[in-house]
């Protein structure tokens, strides 16, 4: 995947520049911001392949920014937070962050969750099975990567998406956290719940709160 373009938005110098040329050694073109607003006009220039984002920015913030690249486009984010508070890595989610990274970092991961989050995108858009998976008002079409609730179109992030392919093909059937995050968000090592656990939360709020259980010690399940 050399060649992918990653916007990085951070506004520590040090931080910036050090991970600019990280990336830039794995072969990614990187475009660099220092701050919110800055980010969001590079982001409108460029159509970067990969969002990396700083939670505390100047000038509009990483959550905000976040929220409005989310509005303009698919394009995956990742946050970036110098602390591991829930709040912070809450609220990034919640915004319609794809996954989330806390400072410091080892560069290898940090490499790797990039990679992970376009893999998941490339999948997704080559999904050709012609196929309409439905539970009850809920149809999912796979070869046209569409969710309709009631005849009504639902607009779901990538990774939102992939989450519902994975329940709805294993209908009744409970998913742990850990397999979710394997299959979901190609994690091959641990990682944090509270990613599949926001991203749940965000599923329900678009498809019905009933429609994914909670299986309390265990995981979830779509009902059928």
């Known amino acids: 995947m050399s060649g992918l373009h990653v916007l990085l938005v951070e506004d520590d110098d040090v931080i910036r520049e050090a991970t600019q040329l990280t990336l830039e050694r794995d072969g990614f073109t990187v475009t660099v911001a220092a701050d919110g607003l800055a980010g969001l006009a590079a982001y409108r220039e460029h159509r970067p392949d ?25 394009t995956p984010v990742i946050m970036m937070s ?3 508070d829930p709040i912070d890595v809450v609220l ?38 012609d196929t309409v998976l439905r539970f009850g008002d809920l149809e999912i079409h796979k070869n046209g990567l569409e969710v309709r609730l009631d005849g009504e179109l639902v607009e779901l992030t990538p990774t939102e998406l992939r989450l519902l392919l994975c329940f709805a ?16 968000w190609d994690y091959q ?7 599949v656990d926001v ?26």
């Open 50 to 74: 990969v969002a990396l984002l700083d939670i505390m920015l100047p000038g509009l913030n990483g959550v905000s920014l976040c929220r409005q690249i989310r509005e303009e486009g698919p």
């Open 199 to 224: 991203h749940v939360q965000r599923l329900r709020v678009k498809i019905g709160q009933d429609r994914i259980e909670t299986v309390r010690g265990f995981g979830y399940k779509l009902r059928g």
């Open 82 to 84: 110098a602390r591991a």
């Open 92 to 129: 990034g989610l919640e915004a319609g962050a794809d996954d989330y990274v806390t400072k410091p970092f080892d560069s290898t991961v940090l490499v790797a969750r990039i990679r992970a989050v376009v893999r998941r995108m490339v999948r997704a858009g080559r999904e050709v099975e």
């Open 169 to 184: 093909e294993s209908p009744g059937n409970v998913l742990t956290r850990d397999v979710l995050l394997e299959q979901v």
């Open 189 to 195: 090592w641990g990682g944090d719940s509270r990613v």
